[in-house]
């Protein structure tokens, strides 16, 4: 039996965030995913860790991404390996939460659909026709989980801890896959971690942004596909 994948979603979505790659990695393979909505990462990482198989591959998306890290860092024996997209492994910046801050009141204030547009804005993502429906599917998302779900989430962003010294220690191999037009976690940023880990690669998509995983899905599940089943390059 191949090694059981943990999926872990981005801010307010469910399992058909990953759907396309369930189904492709699923032959043979244990597939599981984890929604977290406590206030903070260390303690969704906990439960994560609770709900996880003895050892398993993580997949992790933005927030579940910094989830995947603080996993990494509690439990380093258990991860196998680490997959990451759109992640930001630093620290909020404090622009970018009084941001959210706002996003927050308006969620509070019964515009949910307003925080989740401006969380990932057009600009965000890929210009394909396929970035309406993307669009409806986060919306649709978001409002089966809620406004209560999106704050805790969001307070979980604003205070997720700085992850570089995790990244430095890791031994366990470690891909990165980046959305060429991700405007929400720059390419930089995502280079940046990449760079910390010793034995890391990033696959940069051209015809994705802040969401490969839906705007190119079979690039996306090719990618993991290769990189579980072939020897690790290091830089």
Do not use: W
């Not at 965030?17 to 369930?22: E, G, R, S, T, V």
């Not at 492709?24 to 990482?45: C, K, M, N, P």
């Not at 579940?64 to 991860?79: E, H, I, Q, S």
């Not at 970018?96 to 990932?120: F, N, P, T, Y």
């Amino acid at each position: 039996m191949k090694e059981p994948i943990l999926f872990l979603p981005g801010l307010m979505q469910d399992a058909r965030a990953f759907l396309p790659q369930m189904v492709t990695l699923g032959t043979g393979r244990s597939v599981q995913v984890f929604v977290g909505d406590a206030d903070t990462i260390e303690r969704q990482s906990e439960l994560a860790l609770a709900a996880a198989p003895a050892q398993f591959t993580v997949v992790g998306h933005g927030l579940g991404g910094n989830v995947a890290l603080d996993m990494l860092r509690r439990a380093p024996d258990r991860v196998m390996r680490l997959i990451l997209l759109a992640t930001d492994p630093l620290s909020e910046q404090p622009q970018i939460a009084a941001a959210r801050e706002a996003r927050m009141v308006a969620a509070r204030s019964g515009r949910l659909k307003q925080a989740i547009v401006e969380d990932v804005p057009d600009a965000a993502l890929a210009d394909t026709p396929d970035r309406a429906a993307l669009q409806m599917l986060l919306r649709d998302m978001a409002y089966g989980l809620g406004e209560g779900v999106y704050l805790r989430q969001c307070r979980a962003l604003q205070r997720r801890p700085d992850q570089q010294k995790t990244l430095r220690k890791a031994e366990v191999p470690a891909l990165f896959i980046a959305g060429q037009h991700d405007s929400v976690v720059p390419l930089r940023r995502q280079e940046f971690a990449r760079d910390l880990m010793p034995k890391s690669v990033l696959k940069v998509l051209p015809d994705a942004g802040h969401l490969p995983m839906l705007e190119s899905p079979e690039a996306v599940s090719s990618a993991i596909e290769a990189f579980l089943s072939g020897p690790m390059i290091l830089r």
